[in-house]
């Protein structure tokens, strides 16, 4: 078997994440392994039955949740097939939905893992903050009208950054492994009334993107101080932080090996 990696785009919005999930067939994961198996099936003039889908689980580099984008999703699967790389990622583009794209396909090192080996991941937080919200991208920003202090939230992220304990910023309450995690640049700006933050780290948590763009933006709007931060990693109380921004603004943009 060889080991394929892919390059996704996605638009999240109508998805109930990345991770295939037993109650539902809505994920990104559960559509791009149904196509897969269907064209395994069809090379082989096989029905799709006698196909173990499990022997052809794709692994994405992470789960973004439901509703969040991606401009650069990484996965990678193991599969016997005759077919080119380019035939290969054709098939996928023709049988998939037109908010999910595989944007490059190669073949990969037998060991290469999509999540285990990634170094470094880049989430962006995209906030409308302009006069009159943009109606064309309502569904990729949040809109958030107030008045930013851009720079008490640029001296936030910079107490954000290094290695920390951030089990103040994940909402899995029956998390058992280390939430260790290091964060090597947040960079916040303001374009115009489009607010961005681009958070760059080696691994995120279950929601921890969102809910330090929540933290951020509450200082931000002077419910809370940038000298906060230290105490809230401090204390790894969920409570302590701030809300969890919804999901529409959060896209994965780049996964790096």
Known sequence: MKN????????????????????????????????????????????????????????GSGRTDAGVHAYGQIANFKADTQKSLSDIQNYLNTYLPLDIRVTQISEAAPRFHSRLNACEKHYRYTIDNKEVSDVFMRKYMTRLKADYDINAMKKA??????????????????????????????????????????????????????????????????????????????????ADAGFTAPPQGLALVEVRY
């Open 4 to 59: 394929y990696k892919l390059t996704l785009q996605y638009d999240g919005t109508k998805y109930s994440g990345w991770q295939k999930q037993g109650n539902t067939d809505n994920t990104i994961q559960g559509r791009v392994e149904n196509v897969l198996v269907h064209m395994l099936a069809d090379e082989r003039h096989t029905d799709i039955k006698s196909i173990d889908m499990s022997e052809y689980e794709i692994h």
């Open 157 to 238: 992220a910079e107490l954000l950054t290094g290695t920390h304990d951030f089990k103040s910023f994940c909402d899995n309450k029956r998390m058992k492994k280390s939430t260790v995690r290091t964060i090597n640049k947040i960079d916040i700006k303001d374009t115009d009334g489009i607010i961005t933050f681009d958070f760059y780290g080696d691994g995120f948590l279950y929601h921890m993107v969102r809910i330090l763009t929540g933290t951020l933006i509450e200082i931000g709007t002077g419910k809370r101080k940038p000298d906060d931060i230290p105490e809230i990693i401090k204390s790894k109380s969920r």
